[in-house]
């Protein structure tokens, strides 16, 4: 098992660098370069050859690269070429806003998704049923900034009940933290919990046809012990495997929910990082993303082995 | 489906239904409050000699000083320079204002003006570098006393130090504040509020300068400015009373019909001073025909551009001087209506490509344009872009034609020399023409400003009926804030000033 761990631990640096190659590459076949983007309407061809000299962007590709990786080697992912930040500052110090977030989207999506998906397989064919199949449509259909923007118009604008955007650290206000957390953590978390709720009720309708679940109930298990002890235990499998790709899709949907709820985090950095071909920046979050990418996956394939003991990685 | 469907009509019912807010009486102006901002990007720097975004002024203004400013007319006034005068063509005095202390403590005087210009002249990638060219050196008179030697007579160099090039920071701040110091600079101003922090993406805080050298002021305790890039947000922010002020362009053209009848807000504005509409390579290509140029210019219909795609909101532009300027002159009026008869005896049945960046106003506009200039027998193309593309492409003089905008300096030199005189740094379309270029030299050393009002009347003249550019409008500035904030100055370079600005 440890040794496992330590294989997968050790197999993340050389992915984590080839995709870093490879997104070096796109980024800079893409044709702006940062230096026109920052001068803006102040282009003058004299400008924008000094900034691109200051910013080392006259170098050839591989050497911008190769001192690139050096120094990442060495914990030093270099400054951003927008605002000088230093990459590593810039990424933690918007990271504890987008953990939030995708926890908090995460968590009402498993929170609503398993119990509605149980439900709904339990009573298949119910009003209750076709509720919960109804909103895996439309969750899964509906894009976030769509959702997000009605939400800002109907429970800010109209209701007032809501703050239609901005952050408020967890040290300054917890109250005022949470108020502004809910409608990105709702437009966020909608289609995962729509997604989540269909493999919840899916995965239970199959459990339940299985052998072991008669054979339970034959030997005398009240209904709950069956549902909870058994069955969902069993059905979890898949939708855990689901979870672990939701965390990418979380990341992903962080950039658009940022964006539109001006949410601080590391998704909005990315968007802007990408439309000011933001290098430094660009590949500090991909690696970051990539870590964190591989890290779930991790934890996913560990998870499966609590919930079903005939998979072990000994 | 049709459940969802009758669910989402529901609820753009219910959204519809719009609450009415609360409008404020007053007259004596109030101390204290926090007054939050929306404005429409994040900022870069908070350098001057770095910045390069129009947005980051907005924050300047308030933070730091220039030795001159401006008035709503946009005409010089003293700012931390009390007077000054040209002892001849290329020798200008200042008279600096005494007692001013820099945020940190130390004090404004001589020493630090020579600081800052010859800064601003040695940082190699700063954009100050060009607007400064006429500097030779500054010398310290007395401590209240600099002179600036000129290489040559430069008209326009007052009105380049009311802006970036002219603030004043303190040295000691700028040398403790090190390679981070256009994210943190604490202490480095002497304007009416003084840096606290900055979260980037976040939030940017002001505090009020207990020290200001204006008593008094300012009446505000803090502003914070809060970057939000979606438009519908920030409207959403400012209905919901969660920021007081939205800064010019924060809010869509399309939604500003809707802010002028909200009661609980309020909405102002005036000719900007920038101009907009579309580059044309006079140099190469189909433009380089000035025939094909004028039947362009002579084609459009600007006013209907104006309505569809602007809204209303913008002012029709006859040439590079908008008519906030000292220099504007209301009786030019070349290409004043679409005449396609006319635009198709001056050249017809010729195509070219239109350079167009990938926002949706742009290729609205760019559609209407190419709809326009098919009724002259001119065929446009349309060729999407992103902007930085555009930016690049037009300044390696690679285009027929690009929708790109300028958006102005308070000198008309700054709306013309660069973009019009042969090889200005700004020239993208390769514009030439001698006596255009002569005029405009002229202006720039007059000293007279009646003299250079008429020589730049004669260059745009010139210049428009060449067509060297299609100008089509001149964006506003915009007061946008709820009715709770007072006494806001509305200035045509959309700067906002919060010295004298409280909240009731």
């Not at chain 1, 709904?120 to 009003?127: Q, T």
């Not at chain 2, 872009?385 to 102005?408: I, K, N, P, R």
Request: aromatic share 8%.
């Amino acid at each position: 098992m440890l040794q496992y761990l330590v294989r997968r631990l050790a197999l993340m640096v050389p992915v984590a660098f080839l995709v870093s190659l490879v997104v070096f590459s796109l980024v800079h076949l893409t044709p702006v370069d940062p230096a026109t983007l920052i001068l803006g309407e102040e282009h003058s061809p004299q400008a924008i050859a000094a900034l691109r000299h200051e910013l080392r962007l006259d170098r050839p590709l591989p050497e911008q690269y190769i001192t690139w990786v050096t120094n990442a080697l060495h914990g030093d992912l270099g400054r951003s070429v927008r605002t000088n930040q230093p990459v590593v500052q810039a990424i933690t110090e918007r990271l504890p806003a987008t953990l939030e977030l995708g926890i908090a989207a995460l968590a009402w999506s498993i929170l609503l998704a398993i119990p509605l998906g149980t439900i709904a397989a339990l009573k298949r064919g119910s009003p209750i049923d076709v509720l919960a199949t109804g909103f895996t449509v439309a969750g899964v259909s509906v894009p976030n900034f769509f959702i997000g923007i009605l939400l800002i118009l109907v429970l800010s604008v109209n209701f007032r009940l809501f703050p239609p955007g901005g952050y408020t650290s967890l040290a300054d206000s917890i109250p005022d933290n949470l108020h502004r957390l809910v409608l990105p953590a709702i437009t966020l978390g909608t289609v995962t919990t729509a997604i989540n709720t269909r493999f919840t009720r899916s995965s239970m309708l199959e459990v339940l046809r299985q052998d072991y679940i008669r054979t339970a109930r034959a030997k005398g298990a009240s209904w709950r012990q069956v549902i909870v002890g058994h069955a969902l235990k069993n059905a979890l499998i898949p939708v855990v495997t689901v979870v672990g790709i939701q965390i990418g899709q979380i990341l992903e949907g962080a950039l658009v929910t940022e964006t539109i709820f001006s949410w601080p985090g590391v998704g909005k950095l990315a968007i802007d990082s990408i439309f000011g071909r933001d290098y430094p920046i660009i590949q500090g979050i991909v690696l970051t993303l990539a870590f964190s990418f591989m890290l779930a996956n991790l934890a996913v394939d560990l998870a499966y082995a609590w919930l079903n003991p005939r998979i072990s990685y000994a | 489906m049709k459940r969802l469907a009758v669910g989402i009509v529901g609820v753009l019912f219910l959204s519809a239904c719009a609450s009415g807010g609360t409008t404020s009486t007053g007259t004596a102006p109030k101390s204290g409050g926090t007054l939050k901002m929306a404005i429409e990007s994040e900022l870069r720097t908070l350098d001057p000699v770095k910045s390069s975004q129009r947005v980051e002024r907005q924050v300047y203004y308030n933070m730091y000083e220039s030795l001159v400013t401006i008035d709503a007319s946009l005409k010089i006034k003293p700012g931390l320079a009390t007077s000054w005068q040209y002892t001849d063509p290329t020798t200008l005095q200042f008279t600096l204002r005494q007692g001013v202390k820099f945020h940190d403590g130390t004090p404004f005087n001589g020493d630090a003006v020579k600081f800052n210009i010859e800064r601003a002249l040695t940082t190699p990638s700063s954009p100050r570098k060009s607007e400064l060219a006429s500097v030779q050196s500054v010398e310290v008179k007395d401590a209240s006393t600099v002179v600036f030697h000129l290489k040559k007579p430069d008209a326009a160099l007052l009105a380049q130090l009311v802006d970036r090039a002219g603030m004043m920071l303190s040295p000691a701040a700028i040398a403790k504040g090190g390679a981070d110091f256009g994210l943190n600079p604490l202490g480095a101003g002497t304007g009416p509020f003084q840096f606290v922090e900055w979260k980037r993406d976040d939030h940017l805080t002001l505090k009020k300068n207990p020290n200001y050298w204006v008593s008094g002021r300012p009446y505000l305790d803090q502003i914070i400015y809060r970057p939000i890039t979606d438009s519908n947000a920030a409207l959403a922010a400012l209905r919901t009373g969660d920021i007081d002020v939205a800064s010019t362009n924060a809010i869509a053209d399309k939604d500003i019909a809707s802010v002028k009848s909200d009661s609980s807000l309020v909405y102002k504005d005036t000719a900007g001073v920038g101009f907009g509409g579309f580059e044309v390579n006079s140099g190469s290509g189909v433009f380089a025909d000035k025939a094909k140029r004028q039947a362009v210019a002579q084609a459009l219909d600007r006013p209907q551009i104006l309505q569809n795609v602007f809204f209303g909101v913008h002012v029709l532009s006859h040439g590079p001087i908008p008519p906030t300027s000292w220099a504007y002159d209301p009786s030019e009026r070349l290409y004043g209506a679409a005449d396609v008869a006319k635009a198709k005896a001056m050249a017809t049945g010729f195509t070219f490509t239109m350079k167009t960046p990938n926002t949706p106003v742009s290729i609205q506009e760019a559609t209407l344009i190419k709809d326009q200039l098919g009724k002259a027998g001119i065929t446009m193309n349309i060729q999407v872009e992103e902007f930085g593309q555009v930016l690049t492409e037009a300044q390696a003089h690679h285009f027929d034609a690009a929708l790109v905008a300028w958006s102005g300096r308070i000198d008309p030199d700054g709306n013309i020399y660069g973009w019009f005189h042969t090889g200005g740094g700004f020239n993208d379309g390769q514009y030439s023409n001698p006596q255009v270029d002569s005029l405009l030299e002229q202006a720039r050393v007059a000293a007279d400003q009646s003299t250079r009002k008429s020589l730049y009347g004669q260059a745009q003249k010139i210049l428009v009926g060449d067509a060297a550019y299609i100008f089509i409008q001149h964006d506003p500035a915009q007061e946008i804030t709820s009715s709770k904030v007072h006494n806001f100055s509305l200035i045509a370079d959309s700067i906002d000033r919060f010295a004298e600005v409280w909240k009731g």
